[in-house]
């Protein structure tokens, strides 16, 4: 039988006391986990990718800032890396919406059997989807990555249409990390229809910025992100299309 595991093993690499920039519209502190399985060219923080990396701060440390900020903030987002890794994740969110905060997650859908075990714990979820499917092992370096992340949207949107109704709906944004070498705009635009397809209500286009990520870029010739027009979004197939 496979011990089950606490709050106090998580790995966790760093946390955002304050944050405005998380989860739309909320207030959030952030909590970093380390460790990802995937190893994508723009990555903005390959420092937290090795899962064995030391963590900078404990769970404890964790706890005591948010008792600090109960009634100031809405809510505790779990970012990585990729926290669905964690054994430990379900544990804290279950501590933080104890506590009386909401429970936000980023994640890649790396794990989609995983994530399906953390989304009744969660009320809103930021999930990449970084690419269709057959063009994610450019991306993010990893064989089955596009059938993760494509089963893992899946899973998100069954589980908010089964919460629609309840006193605890799931909201999700879908984010799109757009960088030159990895898609243009014709390739954005068939992303897009692809996704308002599937269900998705809300898309975000993030463009491509080199603060955090490797220099020089790894695997790619890094192209100049301002050359994404980004003119020829399906706007009118979202009820939110937000840029940034
Ligand atoms: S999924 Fe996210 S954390 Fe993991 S390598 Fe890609 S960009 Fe970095």
Redesign the pocket.
Known sequence: MVRAAAACELNIAGVTAFSTVDWPDMMTATVFLQG?????F?????A??DPRAEGATTWAEVMDLLCDRLGLLDGVVFS???PTLQRALVPAMDLVHRLGFKVGLHT?G?YPGLLAQALPHVDWVGL?I?ALPQDYGF???RPHSGENAWRSLELVLGNQVLRAATDRPLDLEVRT?VHPAAIDDEGLHDLGCRLADAGVDCWAVQRFRDTGARSPLPRVEAGDPARLRLDRLPTDRFASLVVR
Not at 36 to 40: F, L, Q
Request: glycine share 14%; net charge negative.
């Open positions: 990802c399985p995937w190893n994508c723009y990555c903005h923080n390959p937290l990718i990585g890396g990729e890649a790396a990449d970084k991306v993010a370096g990390t």
